[in-house]
T-cell receptor, first 113, second 110 residues
Framework: NAGVTQTPKFQVLKTGQSMTLQCAQD?????MSWYRQDPGMGLRLIHY???????DQGEVPNGYNVSRSTTEDFPLRLLSAAPSQTSVYFC????????????FGQGTRLTVV | TQLLEQSPQFLSIQEGENLTVYCNSS?????LQWYRQEPGEGPVLLVT?????EVKKLKRLTFQFGDARKDSSLHITAAQPGDTGLYLC??????????FGTGTRLTIIP
């Protein structure tokens, strides 16, 4: 049982480049989300999805796009990377009903130079 | 935006000591969760509390949900080096978004 798998684990981008962070889960969870973690800021929600075909914005969505074509996959796209997007990104999944206990991937450490 | 404030932000204590960390908000949550995160890893769920006043124990860790469901505490008895990590609380207000606290970075000195 792999849980939540994120790739890549590390990435360096130049300002203006685009890339996609991959996230896949094998627990048949309806709810998936992306967070960024910065020192002293905790985890901030970027985008989330309550099911295939449905996405919505979180607290800090600017500069990021998401799509949810399947239950398993929830990729995060950086359209034009900026140094302010240097962060650690976490994908999480959970069941939609009941206490929404999140299962996290191992994270992607992104540096934009 | 709902905020969850955790205190202290940093805590460094000797092995064997007791400690308490706090998670406070002005908002009411339907449930509150505590996670522990180790370097290079994602957060891992420790416990979920749902009922106001609820107390849950996980070995040497005791979690309490405030009566008004706005705050929570985590108490560790006889801390061990393996307890070192970043402790995060997260509140579910039923609006499809999980709000995370700012975290308490705990270091247990052998």
């Amino acid at each position: 049982n792999a849980g939540v798998t994120q790739t890549p684990k590390f990435q360096v981008l130049k300002t203006g480049q685009s890339m996609t962070l991959q996230c896949a889960q094998d627990m048949n969870h309806e709810y998936m989300s992306w967070y960024r973690q910065d020192p002293g800021m905790g985890l901030r929600l970027i985008h989330y999805s309550v099911g295939a075909g449905i996405t919505d914005q979180g607290e800090v969505p600017n500069g990021y796009n998401v799509s949810r074509s399947t239950t398993e996959d929830f990729p995060l796209r950086l359209l034009s990377a900026a140094p302010s997007q240097t962060s650690v990104y976490f994908c999480a999944s959970s069941f939609s009903q009941g206490a929404r206990e999140a299962f996290f991937g191992q994270g992607t450490r992104l540096t934009v130079v | 935006t709902q905020l969850l404030e955790q205190s202290p932000q940093f805590l460094s204590i000797q092995e064997g000591e007791n400690l308490t960390v706090y998670c406070n908000s002005s908002s009411v949550f339907s449930s509150l969760q505590w996670y522990r995160q180790e370097p290079g890893e994602g957060p891992v769920l420790l416990v979920t509390v749902v009922t106001g006043g609820e107390v849950k124990k996980l070995k040497r860790l005791t979690f309490q949900f405030g009566d008004a469901r706005k705050d929570s505490s985590l108490h560790i008895t006889a801390a061990q080096p393996g307890d070192t990590g970043l402790y995060l609380c997260a509140g579910d207000s039923g609006n499809e978004k999980l709000t995370f606290g700012t975290g308490t970075r705990l270091t247990i000195i052998p």
